[in-house]
């Protein structure tokens, strides 16, 4: 099940307390002070990986928490500090603290952030020991670590997005153009969830098909039109089955709607199943579209120079 949005709470550790501990020294009749002070609690992180779908094992978990600082300790020993907290989250994530809406975004593999601060040690009574008072019984407990509950939100990060009408080609494109693995079918709707894969080192998305009236929340496609905000291009693919003008023009207006810049971006029209059409219609089709778009290429995926013409070009537009 793949999530790309979720509300957790997460807590940094609590202090630990200072202590009230006296040294007692063998034939001495002074006895000093010896409470040692509380550790820091842990601090909570958050870290990017390449797991587009990390956030789905999260769904059932209600907060995550640091671990607390220990106490203080007899002979002037002070407590452990708590151990940090780091949650790992995909690259491309958008973390927002709710209560004090600061906001971080994990665009790189690797990328470390502090969100939460853990809560200070508390103080033993050796800290207060002074000339005037030698012997104190004062202790400070801990202090609670931050606490907030994050918005996450995965926008994905890519070179280009595959977008198109339901059953215009595109997983099964991606799987031939990539190591990509996506479920393919001859009906709309098989991709459920975005599909990644790397080709020669750029990252192509596979968002899933799209709809008419998807910018107002019809369909599955419309809750993944923010992982196109970040693609530096699109490859819009039209299948040859149909109007596909029509086509065309669904899917445009929908980016249009959906605003953010999309419909700025870069765009190569790419129309697949060729193999369905003759030369001549083929040859049509594509003089209807470079009114709307010059930048056109054709693929079958059943024929093997079609898709290495496809690779060379496709790899030309993401050096550009």
């Known amino acids: 099940m793949f999530i790309d949005e979720l509300t957790i709470h997460m807590k940094a550790g609590k202090g630990g307390a200072g202590v009230e501990r006296w040294l007692n020294e063998k ?106 008072n030698i012997r104190p019984t ?7 670590g931050d606490e907030a509950d994050f918005y996450i939100e995965i926008r994905l990060v890519a070179d280009a997005g595959f977008v198109g009408l339901p059953n215009a080609g595109k997983s099964s494109l991606l799987n031939e153009l990539t190591n990509a693995k996506a479920k393919v079918g001859n009906f709309e709707f098989t991709t459920l969830e975005p599909n990644l894969g790397d080709f020669y080192g750029f990252i192509l998305a596979d968002i899933p098909g799209l709809i008419e009236g998807a910018s107002e929340g019809k369909g599955l496609g419309h809750k993944f039109l923010r992982h196109i905000r ?31 810049g999309i419909e ?41 120079n079609s898709l290495k013409d496809l690779k060379t070009t496709l790899s030309k537009i993401l050096s550009a």
């Not at 004062?138 to 609670?144: F, H």
């Not at 060729?274 to 594509?286: F, G, P, Q, S, Y």
Request: proline content about 2%.
């Open 138 to 144: 004062e202790t400070t407990p801990g202090v609670d």
């Open 27 to 132: 034939g001495k009749e002074y006895s000093g002070p010896s409470g040692g002070n509380g550790g820091k609690g842990g601090d909570v992180y958050v870290t990017a990986i390449r797991d587009v779908g990390l956030l789905s094992q999260y769904r059932h978990v209600k907060e995550f928490v640091a671990e607390n600082g220990d106490a203080g300790q007899k002979n002037s020993r002070h407590g452990a500090q708590g151990e940090d907290l780091t949650i790992k989250l995909p690259v491309g994530s958008i973390v927002t603290n709710n209560e004090t809406g600061r906001v971080i975004t994990l665009i790189e593999e690797g990328q470390t952030e502090k969100i939460l601060n853990g809560g200070r040690g508390g103080l033993g009574n050796e800290y207060f020991k002074s000339s005037r």
């Open 230 to 260: 970040r693609t530096k291009a699109i490859f819009h693919c039209v299948s040859c089955e149909g109007d596909v003008i029509e086509s065309y023009e669904t899917i445009r207006g929908e980016l249009k709607l959906y605003g953010n």
């Open 264 to 304: 700025e971006k870069a765009e190569t029209i790419i129309l697949t199943k060729t193999d369905l059409v003759t030369e001549d219609e083929l040859e049509e089709k594509i003089k209807i579209l470079k009114k709307k778009n010059p930048s056109i290429l054709t693929v079958s995926i059943y024929d093997d």
